[in-house]
């Protein structure tokens, strides 16, 4: 692929290896480094040939786009253009599926639903971008504890799960969140917990007992006891006051 661009460019390395030369500037690309390009560079990727094995020597995911809110979001920051950000599942997750609404047709709703997709990768993106440019690696540690515990709290884990997916023991694990955030990995979790059942209580109609299931306490007695701990009625009586709040703005 050669030519001046005409459009933005994303491209994912996810497989192998292959070289960009960029405005006559070499980069080296391998899993996990994300090239961004924006209209007018001059572009030239250069794959080698497959392995006689059989295997992929490049593989990747590459999306062309443009409008006002790329510019405006293009803007924002400085970007690196080739910036190793790593293949997390959520990330190439949100690019299989804005792909895959792009190639169902430029319907009203399919459109929509691309712009809105395309725009939760870019965000996305910055963070991931932010997140692996941290120079201390305790940093880099942490904040991978804390995104394990965020997708994993309102589910049964171990704190040794959490360790292991940062790369760090369980008693360093343990010492350093709580250094960077105040507050253990458990309390974190509790935090993410009650702030589901808090959404569930409100907009749903679930049992207590369903609540406290689904998001993540181990019985509904161990969230009852939380629940009145952080603020100071039980689940039910919260369920009380919501019903009364709600009749009271009816009658305004």
Known sequence: MKGEL???LFRLQTEGSCKVYVQDEEFKMTGGDLLLLKPGDD???VV????????????DYYLFCEGTWIESWWKRHHRSTVSHIGLDDKLISLWRNMLLEKRRGPLEENIELSDALLRGLCLYIDRAIKENIQTDRSVSSTLKLKRFIEEHATVTFKLEEAARYAGLSLSRAVRLFKEHYG?????????IRLN???????????TLEHIAETCGF?????????FRSHFGMSPAEYLKS????SIDLEHL
């Open 48 to 59: 080698e040939e497959p392995h006689k094995e059989g295997r992929l020597s490049s593989g």
């Open 183 to 191: 507050q253990t990995m458990i309390q974190y979790a509790i935090e």
């Open 242 to 245: 919501q019903a009364h709040q």
């Open 6 to 8: 005409q459009t933005y």
């Open 196 to 206: 589901a059942a808090l959404e569930r209580m409100k907009y749903s109609d679930m």
């Open 218 to 226: 181990a019985s509904y007695s161990y969230f009852h006891r939380v």
């Open 43 to 45: 572009y030239y990727l």
